[in-house]
């Protein structure tokens, strides 16, 4: 079975700042990855995935993330937040385990500050 | 496109009442999800269908929790009798068959018990 541990319950950052979100997985076969977002009231908004290839995967609003199989990682960044970028960031992990299966991490709650 | 289709938006309810979910998924998404979001948590998957067969429901409280998908388009989640540890939103899901295809989400029914 797979699992996601979101590093961060909560990542506080000026505006215009770099943030990086975190999160492991485990898994005993291959993945796929995503990132999604969630704003207040609404329901989860797909940010970027990987599938395969190029190990940098670039998504919407600026976010990026780099999948680090040796690590089992795969961390989502930006260069320089906006306000508008506060919200729950979920990762997620997809696996076939006897059908494809997507666990949600715990979420990180970016907070940016003006 | 449209996207995933959820009523109500809100419901207060009694315990021991019952209550009743809609969801309409984006038209040809062969694959429906229910998720339990509880306040502050990752969204927990209860069901998931593919066209109107189930594919995983093992976490799903059965003695109170039920689902359909009739024709394989819409859905329905009811819960019954409600308990106060139900209180939280339910987000309904749909993807395309295809291996690795991220999910698409409604805005989530909020669901308080009294």
């Known amino acids: 079975a797979q699992s996601v541990t979101q590093l961060d319950s909560q990542v506080p950052v000026f505006e215009e700042a770099p943030v990086e979100l975190r999160c492991n997985y485990s898994?005993?076969?291959?993945?796929?990855l995503f990132w999604y977002v969630q704003y207040p009231n609404q329901g989860l908004q797909l940010l970027l995935k990987?599938?395969?290839?190029?190990?940098l995967v670039k998504g919407i609003n600026g976010f990026e993330a780099e999948f680090n199989k040796s690590q089992t990682s795969f961390h989502l960044r930006k260069p320089s937040v906006h306000i508008s970028d506060t919200a729950e960031y979920f990762c997620?992990?997809?696996?076939?385990?006897?059908?494809?299966?997507?666990?949600f991490g715990a979420g990180t709650r970016l907070f940016v500050k003006a | 496109e449209a996207g995933v289709a959820q009523s109500p938006r809100y419901k207060i309810i009694e315990k021991r009442q019952s209550v009743a979910f809609w969801c309409n998924p984006i038209?040809?998404?062969?694959?429906l999800y229910w998720y339990q979001q509880i306040l502050g948590q990752g969204p927990k998957l209860l069901i998931q269908?593919?066209?109107?067969?189930?594919?995983?429901d093992s976490q799903l409280p059965k003695d109170r929790f039920s689902a359909e998908r009739l024709k394989g388009v819409d859905s329905t989640l009811k819960i019954q009798p409600a308990k106060l540890e139900d209180s939280a939103v339910y987000l309904c899901?749909?993807?395309?068959?295809?291996?690795?295809?991220?999910?698409?989400f409604g805005d989530g029914t909020r669901l308080s018990i009294l």
């Open positions: 269908f593919q066209n109107n067969g189930v594919v995983d």
């Open positions: 038209s040809g998404h062969a694959t």
């Open positions: 990987y599938l395969s290839g190029s190990t």
């Open positions: 997620a992990v997809s696996a076939y385990t006897g059908g494809f299966k997507t666990i």
């Open positions: 899901a749909s993807s395309s068959r295809q291996e690795g295809q991220p999910q698409h």
């Open positions: 898994s005993s076969v291959s993945v796929y």
